[in-house]
Each structure stands twice: as structure tokens, then as C-alpha cells.
């Protein structure tokens, strides 16, 4: 082990360096030439930023014995998913050879020459304490706890010149990331990159026009061309894309235009109970308001009354806190009811945060796709809905502002809002023309399929 030596090895393996990238290429120099000692990297989704760093704290631990480096991630969980467990990051990168020890619970791999190279997770601050590192990755910066940096590994770094920090992230909004990238000009020994995916051309043109019709152009700034998006461009449903609802010519099937829902926000008194009647064009074509109403049995006789009114027996009810009461009287009086639980996992849990951020993406492309109708010229309700922003968690997913949050900016609750979302939602469940299912009969015939998305009857 002794007599391995750089050159023989050829650290980065050839793996990496036959297939560099000319960006990663331009870091590498840059962080050779010795004239800088911190590199903001700012690159759009999936153009091997993690892989960059990867090995070169592989190269530098191996170069500098006796040595340690940090690769730091938002959470541990997510550091651990990033570098560790991914069989094409870390281990498909670093030789088998220099590997002294390896400690799984600690993440943590001791190198033949005495290095370490070491795993932690930002939200856990007092496990980076005291670690005397020679150089640090920080993975996803935008979204990290940047007191981990300013009161943990910045005077760490201090002890000596020769240390260094990379910064690699992808823009979500004008948060501390944008104020160092803003600062880094008038800082000594800073360097910072921005490479979008027509610098890198790493994503056929094909699939970036796919993406642009996918999703909110603000997305499509922050993740594909890294532009710092200010918090009121993050909007997710914006105006202008109801305005268009308005003008446009649309051709509905018999079918789709047959379905109907009736959506319901409850609330806990004070707030309004919303219920909307929506058919399977998007139009709201009744509603009933109910406000500051504490009384469980007398919001549940309205939800009834309306429901003879409409004559439909389908709703789609917030289920969380009050709202189970409200799902379990209208099961109990025979309608069929969709449960929504916004804050349980999202069926694409790889992209959104909860299933309240899926809704409101699935809603806002139904929007911009032209698949429902100008709904209600309700200024409230539009209000509602063009107020609430999204944002990047710190574990890279799609996240919706909270109520409280949106209460704050609004003045009022976005109870409309919420309901018309869970109408559009609820429709894809529903069907014009269907023999439904007792609940009884369901069990008794293994049919219960339909409970992985929140029924309370079955179909």
C-alpha cells in the first residue's frame, strides 16, 4: 500500500477525467492555479456538479497525507443519498487500494496515506464542530443552513491560507447564495462560475423545450438557466395564465365534461368553510361559503344540502384536523369522499415535498395546459390562488408556501383557494359513468386498490 503513489493510480481515475466536461474543466485549473481558495459553482440540475466535487476531495485527500475533507450536504439523510449510498457517485470514483478502513455508521473512509474523508449533513451543526478540515464540498448551498458556514467551517479555514470551500448549487430565489454570489466580486481569494444548460449544451434541445411546456418558466430559470429568481417571480399559478383561460377556444369531450365533484375546505371556525361544485371542465358551478361556523353537525347538514342542490354525491374534502369529522359523517350518510391529507407523501416524492405541493403543480399545469376552463370570475378567489409561491426545500423538492405564510401576505386564509385545488385534483378520480361499490361489498372482494389514494367508499 505504501509504494502506491498519485501517478500510478492516476487520481481522478480515468473514468472522470476522459469524460470531463469543459466547465468542470475550467473549475479544475482555476482551483490548480492556487489563486483562489473559494469557488462559487453555480450549474444548472444534472450537469455532474456532485461528481466534480467528488473527485477532486478523492485527488486532494489522496495528495495531502494526514489530511481531512469535508463533503457536506443540506441534511445527513441527504448527504448519505448524494455521495454515499449512490453506487455511480463516491465509491464508483475512489480506488479500493487507498482505502484503509471504511466506517459505515460514521461515513467516514480512512485512506492508506492517513487521510480521512468524512460525510455530515448541514442541519446537524455540532457533528461538523471542531473538525479541523483542510478543505470542504458544500453541496446544494442554496438550500443549506448558511450558519453552518459562517459559524462553523469559515474559521476552521481561517487557521491557514492554503484551505479551501467549494460552493456548489443551483439558484432557489435571492436567498444567502445570491448574496454571496452578489459579494464574491469584492471579496479576496473568491472565483464564481455560471454555467447554464446552453453553456453546457448537456440537455438536448428537444428535452428543454419539454421542460419549458412542463413547468413555470420561473422554474425553468432557476434550475436550467441558474438565474436568481426573486420570491414574487416564484409564483406558481400567475395571472396571466388565468387571463388566457378566458379567451381560449376549447373542445371538451361528453365524457370529461360529465364529471363533477364537490371540493371542501373545512375549517376550525373563523376561517371559511368552502364547498365547490366543479364539473370536469374546471368550472365552478356552484358554491356554498360558509363562515365562522364552529358547529360540526350544522356545516355537515349544509355539505348534505348542497349536495341534493348539485345532485352530486362525490367530494373531495381536506381531511386534516376537523375536516376527518366532516369526511366521516358525509361516508356515514352515504356519499363517496376523497381524503386529502396535504402534508402526506407525495406519489412523485422524488420531485414534491408533500402532496400539497404535487396538487398545486398539477393544478397550475392543468392551467397552463388549457385542461380546464376560465373558472369563476371571482377576484378573491384569483387572488387566492395568485398569491401562493413555491420554493426549493432543502432537500432539492418542490414546496408550497404554508397557510400561514400566505395568511400573513393576504390578510385571509387561502381557504378558496385550496378548495378549488382539491376539486381539480379530486376530478382525475372521478368517472361520468360508473357502477359504484358499497364499502362492504369492496372488502369482501379484495377491491380496496383505490385506498392508496385517500378513499373512504370504493370503486
Not at 291 to 306: C, I, M, S, T, Y
Request: proline share 2%; glycine share 6%; with cysteine.
Amino acid at each position: 500500500m505504501k509504494d502506491i503513489g498519485l501517478k500510478v493510480l492516476n487520481i481522478p481515475i480515468d473514468q472522470f477525467t476522459m469524460n470531463l466536461q469543459k466547465w468542470q474543466l475550467d473549475v479544475l485549473s482555476d482551483f490548480d492555479s492556487g489563486l483562489w481558495r473559494f469557488f462559487l459553482i453555480n450549474v444548472h440540475r444534472r450537469a455532474r456538479k456532485t461528481t466534480l466535487g467528488i473527485n477532486l476531495i478523492i485527488r486532494e485527500a489522496w495528495k495531502h497525507p494526514k489530511s481531512v475533507y469535508l463533503y457536506v450536504a443540506p441534511t445527513y439523510t441527504q448527504a448519505k443519498s448524494i455521495f454515499w449510498t449512490d453506487p455511480n457517485m463516491f465509491f464508483n470514483y475512489l480506488p479500493e487500494c487507498i482505502v484503509s478502513k471504511r466506517i459505515e455508521d460514521e461515513l467516514l473512509i480512512k485512506l492508506s496515506n492517513g487521510s480521512v474523508i468524512q460525510v455530515k449533513g448541514a442541519s446537524d451543526p455540532d457533528k461538523i464542530r471542531g473538525i479541523d478540515c483542510r478543505g470542504v464540498i458544500l453541496d446544494e448551498f442554496a438550500v443549506m443552513d448558511i450558519d453552518i458556514w459562517q459559524s462553523i467551517l469559515r474559521p476552521i479555514l481561517a487557521q491557514d491560507i492554503s484551505r479551501w470551500a467549494i460552493f456548489l448549487f443551483t439558484p432557489s430565489g435571492r436567498n444567502h447564495a445570491y448574496d454571496y454570489w452578489i459579494n464574491s466580486e469584492n471579496l479576496d481569494g473568491w472565483k464564481r462560475y455560471k454555467y447554464d444548460v446552453y453553456d453546457t449544451k448537456m440537455i438536448s434541445e428537444k428535452e428543454l423545450e419539454n421542460v419549458k411546456k412542463e413547468s413555470p418558466y420561473s422554474k425553468f430559470r432557476s434550475e436550467f438557466l441558474c438565474d436568481f429568481v426573486a420570491d414574487d417571480e416564484m409564483t406558481l399559478i400567475t395571472y396571466e395564465s388565468i387571463e388566457k383561460l378566458k379567451n381560449h377556444i376549447y373542445n371538451f369531450d361528453s365524457i370529461k365534461s360529465s364529471r363533477k365533484v364537490i371540493a371542501c375546505d373545512p375549517s376550525e371556525g373563523g376561517d371559511e368553510c368552502v364547498l365547490y361544485a366543479i364539473d370536469g371542465t374546471g368550472k365552478i358551478f356552484d358554491e356554498m361559503i360558509i363562515k365562522g361556523e364552529k358547529d360540526l353537525n350544522r356545516v355537515l347538514g349544509l355539505a348534505f344540502q348542497f349536495s341534493g342542490r348539485v345532485k352530486c354525491d362525490d367530494f373531495v374534502v381536506d381531511a386534516i384536523g376537523v375536516g376527518s369529522g366532516i369526511c366521516m359523517g358525509l361516508t356515514n350518510g352515504g356519499k363517496r369522499v376523497v381524503r386529502i391529507n396535504s402534508a402526506e407523501r407525495a406519489n412523485e416524492s422524488e420531485i414534491f415535498s408533500n402532496r400539497r405541493a404535487e396538487m398545486w403543480w398539477y393544478v397550475a399545469k392543468q392551467i397552463r395546459d388549457f385542461e380546464v376552463c376560465f373558472f369563476k370570475d371571482c377576484k378573491v378567489l384569483i387572488n387566492q390562488l395568485t398569491s401562493v409561491r413555491y420554493k426549493m426545500s432543502k432537500s432539492g423538492k418542490v414546496l408550497i408556501e404554508d397557510k400561514a405564510s400566505i395568511k400573513k401576505l393576504i390578510k385571509s386564509s387561502p381557504d378558496r383557494a385550496d378548495t378549488y385545488i382539491y376539486g381539480i385534483w379530486g376530478l382525475q378520480f372521478m368517472k361520468s359513468k360508473i357502477i359504484y361499490l358499497t364499502d362492504d361489498y369492496a372488502r369482501n372482494n379484495n377491491r380496496m386498490e383505490n385506498l392508496k389514494y385517500g378513499y373512504a367508499g370504493g370503486w
